[in-house]
């Protein structure tokens, strides 16, 4: 055999810097078919890179449901992504590609959601650039998306090139007989003025959860006056959800899981039939139930959090520890499956785990019912 006829090999590490490459490339200048082109690169890229499991492809929304017992269908569909963080993209790739897994993911339901929800924390440090990336990424996705805000995509500029990019960060909108609302859950008192603070300071005082300089996340009484006038009109029997950044109710005030006016807001919602709050922030598998009002939380795409040590709901099922040393466990996306009375069905679409669904009758037994089936993977 002449050495001409000798394939020229790539080296992984050459393959992955080429990929890497033409990924930045195409999101420099991103349109439906170069996102195509960039987005099974990324995945490429990442398997090659050896960071990814290959890809789990997700379960189509009538599979998920198929067999399973206990009243009615899903009237319709949405899907939701979360919690993103994006920084610039030569400080951390990864979770640009995540995102864009996330967003295949969804574009590869079949049939495809009525809308997708992303449920905050777009960008890690609010900055336009990658919040405009963030916006870049979303607008490929097939469904239309409904935008809503986090804390990191907040307070460097108060919201500034959040607004100019999708709209009021409240707002609400009917969809088959069910009412949505989408709240702003994590304004903050004022720590940042008598302190002397640059918008960056403020931001990255924000972004470290931890800490006892910030206040305590809120709703805040103009945007409750605000919801109390929305909801004036609407018939109790009317199914209503709420999408919300942080958990609308108080679950650990160390991390700021917690929404410090959350009872005010409970009272508001009190009066309907059926109430379902989906939440990002926490980044893990959470479900709780307060009175007459369903909890779940999202997964995000970027990290997991831990469980906090205190607090925790006794409904939750846990997604059990992540695996440290893969970057990929404990995230995902998911499906959320509205059933006529606007009580919902959640489906967490963990990329290392099998999927873990959360029934609205689980939580309309206080648990009784209809258990989730939890992860078999060990916990780390
Ligand atoms: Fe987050
Ligand atoms: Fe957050």
Known sequence: MSSSKIPHIKSVETRYLQERESLFRGLGSLDRRSFLKVSTGAAAAAVAAGVSYPFQSFLPINVAYAGEGGGTRPGF???????????????????????????????????????????????????????????????????????????????????????????????????KGVHFVVLMSVHEKDFWTARNMTPAQRMHTVAGLDNAVQSAFEVGAPQREWLKKDLEKIPASTPLIVFSHSPLYKLYRPWNFWTDDAEEVQAVLKRFDHVTVLHGHTHQVLTNRIGNIQFHGMLSTAWPWPYAPQG?????????????????????????????????DKLYNLWNRNPLQVKAS???????????????LASY
């Not at 049939?111 to 990658?130: K, S």
């Open 77 to 175: 569909n949405f899907a939701y992504i979360s919690d993103s963080h994006l920084y610039v993209k030569k400080t951390n790739e990864r979770f640009v590609r995540q995102l864009l897994r996330a967003v295949d993911d969804v574009n590869s339901l079949d049939p495809q959601p009525d809308f997708v929800l992303y449920g905050g924390d777009l960008a890690q440090l609010g900055r336009r650039e990658e919040l405009d990336l963030g916006a870049q990424i979303l607008k490929s996705l097939k469904a239309p998306v409904r935008m809503m805000a986090g804390e990191h995509d907040w307070f460097l500029d108060m919201g500034h090139r959040w607004n100019e990019l999708f709209g009021p960060e409240s707002y609400s909108f009917d969809h």
């Open 312 to 344: 925790l709901p006794a409904l939750t099922v846990q997604m059990n520890r992540p695996n440290p040393f893969d970057a990929n466990d404990g995230l995902g996306d998911g499906t959320v499956g509205v059933h006529p009375d606007g009580l919902v």
């Open 362 to 376: 689980y939580l309309s037994t206080s648990g009784q019912q209809d258990t989730p089936t939890a992860p078999t």
